[in-house]
């Protein structure tokens, strides 16, 4: 049994490295279907990204009346944050806003000096509520608006943003089920490119298939080697899709970064290294060992 | 040793190649296949291969009906045969020595066993020299030794050779049929499917002629007569 498993492996070896040509074809052709498969697992991990960061930037704002104590605020921030929906909550004083407006328009003398012609502090408190996901913002806001601290409300600064949150909700949604649809259809026509390169090499081996079968090789014996090959070749598709994707991810760090401030897409890539490298070498394997195993299927019915 | 009963081969839509051929042939016999191109011969080879199923009829080695074995057991059949070919069929990606050691490689033999064996089948059929060769890199009388000793290799019941000598020069030929003689001298039946004239008359040895698919002459010591 071993060395039979020994005999199939130096068979498979052999094979590809004295037809270097089909072997190159091959794992060029397996490194475009690894790398396809690639770009959809980055792609749908940097969507997922941008889309949480987008996300989290998205809150609901609840402003008090003038006249609400501190105490009121934070009887209404502890009972809103027990609500399950709610991820975090961040209170901002009179004082604060006021701090955080002047800090903004300190160049603009027009808004400064109408401030200084109010005299007094415009600015309401307001607790910001963000919540785990954007189709909970409308639960968080009927909520409040049915809640016993209702009178505490000057407005919920919510149907002004509802739009924005509805579009990321609508964003993610659609992104999820056309990603989806993409990523099946590419990968199908990556399959079925890999499928086909290793079918052509295989039906240029029929003749060799059809005279190990004379001699009296079992059908394991002749399929094993192409097995191997596949496999071989699909690792090596593997690591040159690697290689590709760690240059690419470097080359196109910063234009990426201009793009989404919050995305380091080399160091993304790099934390996600081995989760990449595995999900390229199961493909790759996977692909050509499937693809070997149905190729050479019809040619051994000799 | 080898049976063929009744045996009759049609391919579509109504080509007939074997038409009710029956014949027997003993264990240690050298029997020639004496015919045309297109009078069965090759047909009959590969029926005894189970390359190809009969119409009707049977066929056994020993005594086994071919066409009752399973597709998976048909490579244990496959190795009680050698068969050499007209075209060699050497694997083009395999030396000569890869090639002869293939045959071994399918039944398990150990590596000690084969590394002893083709060597000494590369010997006897002189191509020592030239183990390390691609098929690429031999002459036709070559190659056609590397597949005589491919099929001599793992001491079959039978050999089976379909025109080996069709594409060699008459020394060549020659070559070929006395390493036949001797592989049936050490025991093994050799059926050697030619029409090679000069061959078959100075064997003399059993010649089984086939005309249109039909036997029509069966001598114990045969004339090449078409």
Redesign the interface.
């Known amino acids: 049994m071993i060395?039979?498993f020994k005999?199939v492996f130096r068979f498979g070896w052999?094979?590809l490295t004295?037809?270097g040509g089909m072997m190159i074809a091959n794992v060029f052709i397996m490194t475009m279907a690894v790398s396809v498969v690639t770009s959809l697992f980055l792609f749908g991990n940097i969507s997922k990204f941008i889309i949480s960061n987008v996300q989290e930037k998205v809150d609901v704002s609840v402003y008090f009346k003038y006249d609400a104590t501190e105490s009121d605020i934070m009887q209404a921030k502890k009972s809103i944050a027990e609500l399950p929906e709610v991820e975090e909550i961040t209170y901002v004083s009179k004082d604060q806003a006021l701090e955080k407006f002047t800090a903004v328009h300190k160049d603009n003398p027009v808004l400064m000096e109408s401030l200084a012609e109010v005299g007094i502090n415009p600015f309401l408190a307001s607790l910001g509520i963000r919540a785990a996901q954007a189709s909970q913002y409308e639960a968080v806001v009927n909520y409040l608006e049915n809640s016993n601290l209702n009178y505490l409300f000057e407005k919920i600064d919510y149907y002004q943003r509802k739009p924005v949150i509805d579009r990321i909700y609508a964003l993610n949604a659609s992104l999820n089920k056309v990603g989806l649809a993409i990523s099946l259809i590419m990968i199908l026509v990556a399959a079925l490119v890999a499928f086909n390169a290793v079918r052509l090499s295989i039906y240029n081996s029929r003749?060799?298939i059809k005279?190990?079968?004379?001699?009296?090789?079992?059908n394991w014996?002749v399929r094993g080697p192409f097995l191997v090959q596949g496999a071989v070749c699909g690792f090596f598709a593997a690591l040159i899709s690697l290689l590709l994707f760690v240059l690419l991810t470097l080359g196109f760090n910063s234009q990426a970064g201009v793009l989404f401030p919050d995305l380091h897409l080399f160091s993304f890539f790099m934390s996600n290294f081995w989760m990449i490298f595995l999900v390229q070498l199961l493909t790759g394997v996977i692909l050509g060992t499937f693809s070997s195993l149905v190729a050479v299927r019809r040619y051994l019915?000799? | 040793m080898i049976k063929f009963e009744k045996v009759n081969k049609i391919y579509p839509p109504n080509t007939v190649a074997l038409d009710n051929v029956s014949f027997e042939i003993g264990p240690k016999e050298f029997v020639c296949l004496v015919g045309k191109s297109g009078a069965g011969k090759t047909t009959l080879l590969k029926l005894l291969m189970a390359e190809e199923n009969p119409s009707s009829g049977k066929v056994f080695l020993g005594s086994q009906d071919v066409q009752a074995i399973s597709h998976k057991h048909l490579p244990e059949l496959r190795r009680k045969i050698g068969a050499i070919f007209q075209d060699y069929r050497l694997l083009p990606s395999k030396t000569a020595y890869e090639n002869v050691a293939y045959a071994m490689e399918v039944i398990g033999a150990s590596d000690q066993e084969i590394a002893r064996d083709v060597a000494d089948v590369l010997d006897i059929v002189g191509l020592k020299e030239k183990a390390c060769n691609f098929p690429a890199q031999l002459s036709g009388g070559e190659r056609q030794r590397v597949a005589i000793a491919r099929a001599l290799i793992h001491r079959p019941e039978v050999i089976l050779a379909d025109e080996p000598t069709g594409n060699l020069d008459p020394y060549n030929t020659l070559d070929i049929i006395r390493l036949l003689l001797k592989i049936n001298e050490f025991g093994t039946t050799v059926v050697l499917s030619t029409h090679n004239k000069e061959a078959v008359n100075s064997l003399a040895k059993r010649a089984i002629t086939l005309s249109e698919g039909k036997i029509i002459r069966d001598e114990k010591i045969g004339r090449f007569i078409l």
């Open positions: 060395t039979s005999r052999h094979g004295r037809d003749e060799e005279i190990q079968k004379l001699v009296g090789a079992s014996f019915r000799v």
